[in-house]
């Protein structure tokens, strides 16, 4: 199952989620996110050597700020996490990097709105993936979970993490998930001492519950 930290910004913190067993890290570009990282903190990451996938999470960003960042941040994946369309999507994907399209689920949520992205998905083998979020009324960090049985009424074929409000406890509620698209976890606020501050020791505990 792949595992994704979000919210990352504090070098010797990314340093530590370095040695874990995790696939993905999160750095947030988004100004209005508790968990921004800003260009000094930016100056401080490019000089790492990343040895995980590294996710850029963007909100309706322009082609041109997230260029900016791919070389610099060694980004091996763009996160859209705003109102960006499948048409935005492709021009990023054209680049040959992949992107993660994050989606705000409720109750009304229509899965048949998913049509422009699948057939994307079908150009793009393999690098066009989603996220199932919780809906908030402004772009995710809330710290709350939506209904999980909601996936229940996703038919489509593209892989999808989950996301929103997580926790240690949750460990083998997500081990019960049988989709076919379910590819892994996003997490954030819930392992965390502050906000952009992971709690390694709790990543680690919920690392050794979900993978035996």
């Given at each position: 199952?792949?595992?994704?930290?979000?919210?990352?910004?504090?070098?010797?913190n990314?340093?530590?989620?370095?040695?874990?067993?995790?696939?993905?890290?999160?750095?947030?570009?988004y100004?209005?996110?508790?968990?921004?990282?800003?260009?000094?903190?930016?100056?401080?990451?490019?000089?790492?050597?990343?040895n995980?996938?590294?996710?850029?999470?963007?909100?309706?960003a322009?082609?041109?700020?997230?260029?900016?960042?791919?070389?610099?941040?060694?980004?091996?994946?763009?996160?859209?996490?705003?109102?960006?369309?499948?048409?935005?999507?492709?021009?990023?994907?054209?680049?040959?990097?992949?992107?993660f399209k994050?989606?705000q689920?409720?109750?009304?949520?229509?899965?048949?709105?998913?049509?422009?992205?699948?057939?994307?998905?079908?150009?793009y083998?393999?690098?066009?993936?989603?996220?199932?979020?919780?809906?908030?009324?402004?772009?995710?960090?809330?710290?709350?979970?939506?209904n999980?049985?909601?996936?229940?009424?996703?038919?489509?074929?593209?892989?999808?993490?989950?996301?929103?409000?997580?926790?240690?406890?949750?460990?083998?509620d997500?081990?019960n998930?049988?989709?076919?698209?379910?590819?892994?976890?996003?997490?954030?606020?819930?392992?965390?001492?502050?906000?952009?501050?992971?709690?390694?020791?709790?990543?680690?505990?919920?690392?050794?519950?979900?993978?035996?």
């Amino acid at each position: 199952m792949m595992i994704k930290i979000c919210g990352m910004r504090e070098v010797e913190n990314i340093n530590a989620l370095q040695q874990l067993d995790i696939d993905f890290m999160g750095i947030i570009r988004y100004p209005k996110s508790k968990r921004f990282v800003d260009e000094q903190q930016k100056s401080a990451i490019e000089k790492l050597t990343m040895n995980k996938g590294t996710v850029g999470v963007y909100v309706n960003a322009s082609f041109e700020e997230i260029l900016q960042d791919i070389i610099p941040l060694q980004l091996d994946v763009l996160q859209l996490h705003g109102d960006e369309d499948s048409a935005f999507a492709k021009a990023l994907l054209e680049l040959d990097i992949k992107v993660f399209k994050a989606f705000q689920m409720n109750e009304d949520f229509n899965f048949e709105s998913f049509k422009d992205w699948e057939q994307l998905a079908k150009e793009y083998q393999g690098k066009l993936f989603f996220l199932f979020d919780t809906a908030t009324k402004n772009y995710g960090g809330s710290g709350k979970k939506f209904n999980w049985q909601l996936l229940d009424n996703y038919t489509g074929n593209i892989p999808f993490l989950l996301s929103g409000g997580i926790s240690n406890d949750d460990a083998s509620d997500i081990k019960n998930i049988k989709h076919d698209m379910f590819l892994g976890v996003d997490l954030n606020s819930q392992f965390e001492d502050e906000p952009g501050l992971k709690n390694i020791e709790m990543i680690k505990s919920f690392i050794e519950k979900l993978r035996k």
